[in-house]
């Protein structure tokens, strides 16, 4: 199983993050504006505690069950997929080849030299590459990504699919899957991103992910350990509610007065430091020194308010994200659901898109 796989039939995105599993599908249409996607189908389900550690799969069967039921949610009859492993499981190193090597060649030789990038022994690893394009230091020269992942991350997401009667076509990178859903943002974008430095915070339950693109492409990418789940668990202790009763409350209101000033407040600060904490480690790491927009991502964006907040403490212009804004909807979703979860379908939509590269 590659990292990295050719021309599939149509596949589920699927996103298996910490706290759920996102299911996405999607279609393609060419017409005279030409080609447009359609949103087929799509579920969020929530995993049981400790299923997942950090974005590790710990327990095969909770996942594998919880996909089952993501599926039947969906109402869905597609049985291939593409999943994700984050950027903290993967090494990846971009290498100049001669252009004049064909794939098997390239291939022999990635795997002569890959232990030189690798720290851990060959066969405890899933290797992959693809060629990314010339080569600025020669024309002569192709340059090709180098991709790997410990085994046991690949091989948990293939046999967790395996227990819901999915076939895995597709084991992807987080960060990859972020870059092709942005393609479905940058028409939103100042000159279509071109030349722009763009920060994606995607902010989860427990992790935060800062993705920053230069002219559309990743060029960074960092994790931290910071999520909804302070807010969640706050919620729980201020007011004595379960996980269950302070999540559904978190969603859907109902909170004592002093909530808002207290609680989320609190945590809207916080979520801007993480922010502006994650930005300034891009600008440490990079010779870049500004950002020119701010895409807020993952299920915190749909805090209230939280892109005004961030836009005028940060002075840098911010939006939420929403990769499923210029698609059509089929008759199996239901339109407003899907735009409540749309900021957290980022790397859904962007495995889902895998079907038509």
């Known amino acids: ?39 087929e189908s799509y579920a969020v389900e929530p995993l049981p505690p400790n299923a997942m550690v950090e974005k590790n799969i710990a327990d095969v069967e909770a996942v594998g069950d919880t996909i089952a039921k993501t599926v039947r949610r969906a109402g869905t009859r597609t049985k291939h997929a593409a999943v994700a492993v984050s950027g903290s499981a993967v090494i990846t190193k971009v290498l100049s080849m001669p252009a004049s090597m064909s794939e098997r060649e390239m291939e022999a030789q990635i ?6 990038y690798i720290p851990y022994p060959l066969e405890e690893v899933n ?4 060629i990314i394009g010339p080569s600025e230091k020669s024309p002569e020269m192709v340059d090709v990504l180098l991709a790997a992942s410990r085994s046991e991350n690949v091989e948990a997401r293939v046999e967790a699919l395996e227990l819901a009667g999915l076939i895995c076509e597709v084991v992807d990178v987080e960060a990859y899957a972020m870059e092709r859903a942005c393609g479905q943002l ?17 902010i989860g339950a427990t992790t935060t992910t800062l993705d920053v693109l230069y002219d559309n492409r990743v060029i960074y990418t960092r994790e931290q350990n910071f ?20 999540g ?7 909170l004592p007065d002093n909530y808002i000033p207290e609680v989320l407040d609190p945590f809207r600060e916080a979520m801007v430091q993480q ?33 005004d907040l961030v836009q005028e403490r940060l002075g840098i212009e911010t939006m939420i994200a929403n990769p499923l ?17 749309a900021p957290a379908m980022m790397i859904a939509c962007g495995l889902a898109l895998r079907s038509f590269d």
Not at 111 to 116: G, H, V, Y
């Open 275 to 307: 922010v502006n904490r994650s930005i300034q480690f891009f600008y440490s790491a990079s010779s870049h020194n500004a950002v020119d927009l701010v895409v807020l991502a993952g299920g915190c964006a749909s805090v209230p308010g939280i892109d």
């Open 127 to 130: 290797l992959d590459f693809q």
């Open 186 to 202: 940058a028409e939103q974008w100042p000159n279509a991103g071109d030349d722009l430095v763009v920060a994606v915070a995607d």
């Open 227 to 246: 999520g909804g789940r302070q807010l969640t668990e706050e919620i729980q202790r201020r007011y004595g509610l379960s996980v269950e009763e302070a």
């Open 1 to 39: 199983m590659g990292l990295f796989s050719r021309k599939k039939p149509v596949m589920l995105g699927l996103d298996i993050s910490s706290t759920a599993v996102k299911l996405l599908e999607l279609s393609q249409h060419s017409g005279r504006g030409g080609v447009r996607y359609r949103v």
């Open 325 to 341: 804004a210029n698609m059509s909807v089929g008759p199996r979703v239901k339109p407003q659901a899907l735009s409540n979860d």
């Open 111 to 116: 795997e002569l030299e890959a232990d030189q």
């Open 248 to 254: 559904m409350a978190k969603r859907q209101g109902g």
